[in-house]
């Protein structure tokens, strides 16, 4: 319901990656599958997730969707450390472990370095070839007739910085994952408590906003969104207050939000 | 989250009647307990539906649920003819077989008659005592001490006719229903086509607008609710008209919306 109301296009999701099997994660799933069905999906739909999922789907899928027009693929996550489990040509996805209650991934999506563009001009005035453009755009020097090296910033039009995003929910305050999401140009974190219930966070592997903050801050990211809070707030600022004192470039994120990259 | 947004009280739900074992009429129930639970829920949670459905959740119940602080207990509906399913003190539900591709049933909910109160200007005219009061109450005559009959529109205020509403979804135009729903003030009949696509329904075991509005018309009911329209269905004033046509009181139903019974 919320892809339609937001009208994402159905065809352009192939992939789902479900970060750990706790209900208010999942729940949704097979409706998602139903619907894709009824809609007439003939394409794959491949389901990244902990190894328990299929079990636990296929008498639904068996009974519930015995019709369905097109193949479910279930891709068991790992725990063990980050892994890339989905590359194409433009984007690579990898997953990485975090820490709750149940075995938990997130994953970090990142976009392949793209070539840069050969500037119209320069292809006019130095008269380039095919093959002298395609080794421009690799990153190899162009040598003028003149004998010398024509400046860079002459002849190409640097590709956009490739985007990246990371998803980490559900997770206890985990330090470990700076490295890995080092960088990013957006993060999302939980923040499923504020801090002056931190106790409560720590032992039911949750994370307070202000230790979100502090994740984002370490780990240099363009941009914080935070969500999954408890639904005890109804009041959000103060949460959005304690991580901005820390990092503030933070976003509280609503449903059907949606967030571009700037570059 | 449909019962949120309309701030039902989620502690008087108690019975669930789920008619068949079709996606659309069972994914979310997944959901609604898991939230429940969350929600500190402590009384029992009874769910009619057809046998199959125990077995195929209390895996997910026991995966998803462990913690859940309140019992689940799973009814099965039987699908041989109309069958009491629930009573208090103030209503009855009965099922009913529909005629769908799986096994289904119809619910017809009914308030048991309320008795009629006492005028408080006879009690204090004829000095009535608790005893008579009872009788009243219970209808039988009151004899003044002239030892006439005193009439009873002096002495009582009918109590309202009991209420009744039946659901009737999915199913194939079945005429049988008829008399099992005959005069209740609110009949839900599903109306997945217009009745352009009369073969279509035939064939998929649904019913035509026009249909259901005969079954409203024929069985005398106070007013018609449509609804589970076909998603093809941008417009539903064609299928409005052609069942006014039939049956002037007939309302397009849309989520959320509620009706109260006028009496």
Request: aromatic residues 10%.
């Amino acid at each position: 319901m919320q892809l339609r109301k937001n009208k994402v296009n159905f065809s352009k999701i192939n992939h789902i990656f479900l970060s750990h099997l706790h209900g208010d994660h999942i729940f949704g799933l097979m409706g998602l599958i139903s619907t894709f069905g009824l809609l007439g999906r003939r394409s794959a739909l491949h389901i990244h997730a902990h190894e328990d999922l299929k079990g636990l789907f296929e008498p639904h899928l068996n009974y519930f969707c015995s019709d369905l027009p097109y193949q479910i693929v279930f891709h068991n996550l790992t725990f063990d450390g980050p892994k890339i489990i989905y590359e194409d040509k433009k984007v690579t996805v990898e997953s990485f472990p975090l820490s709750h209650r149940v075995p938990t991934c997130g994953f970090l999506f990142k976009e392949k370095p793209k070539q840069p563009n050969v500037r119209k001009e320069a292809i006019h005035k130095y008269q380039l070839q095919v093959r002298e453009i395609v080794a421009l755009k690799e990153g190899h020097p162009f040598i003028g007739e003149d004998g010398k090296m024509v400046p860079e910033e002459e002849l190409i039009i640097p590709a956009p910085r490739p985007a990246s995003y990371a998803f980490c929910s559900d997770t206890r305050y985990l330090r470990r994952i700076i490295p890995v999401i080092e960088g990013v140009d957006l993060l999302y974190h939980e923040a499923t408590f504020g801090h002056e219930l931190k106790d409560l966070a720590k032992s039911t592997s949750h994370t307070t906003a202000k230790q979100a903050a502090t994740i984002a801050r370490d780990a240099n990211v363009g941009k914080l969104l935070l969500g999954h809070f408890s639904s005890r707030y109804r009041d959000l600022k103060p949460l959005e207050e304690e991580a901005k004192a820390v990092f503030e470039k933070t976003v509280m994120v609503k449903d059907n939000d949606v967030f571009t990259i700037e570059r």
